[in-house]
């Protein structure tokens, strides 16, 4: 597996969870590269990507000031920082390298993604 995902479990509402993506490739190094959920019986939505140095993030409206986004280069690891999750957090949460040296709100400029992780929130 290129992209894995890993951090994921069980939470109560308000706790925090950190996510990482770990590169084994380092493909992605020169790319941007963002986070994705879905949810049971739901379409994968956005939820925050980030750009090959690091700038440029872009978050979904319903993470927003709960979540941050980064990445190590050296390492060829992603993360997201998630704090004060709500029961509506929960989901299986996707890595994914883009095309291009900027992340994406959309899927389909992601080339490569990776297992995901599963993020369930008790209320």
């Known amino acids: 597996v290129q992209l894995q995902a890993s951090g994921g479990g069980l939470v109560a509402a308000g706790g925090s969870l950190r996510l990482s993506c770990a590169d084994s490739?380092?493909?992605?190094?020169?790319?941007?590269m963002g986070w994705f959920r879905q949810a049971p019986d739901k379409e994968r939505d956005f939820v925050a990507s980030?750009?090959?140095?690091?700038?440029?993030?872009l978050y979904a409206d319903s993470v927003k000031d709960r979540f941050t986004i980064s990445r190590d280069r050296a390492k060829n690891t992603l993360y997201l920082q998630m704090n004060d999750l709500k029961p509506e957090d929960t989901a299986v949460y996707f890595c994914?390298?883009?095309?291009?040296?900027?992340?994406?709100?959309?899927?389909?400029?992601?080339?490569?993604w990776g297992q995901g992780t599963q993020v369930t929130v008790s209320s």
């Open positions: 994914a390298a883009a095309r291009r040296a900027y992340g994406s709100r959309i899927g389909s400029d992601y080339n490569r």
């Open positions: 490739t380092r493909l992605s190094s020169n790319n941007g």
């Open positions: 980030i750009g090959w140095n690091g700038g440029g993030a």
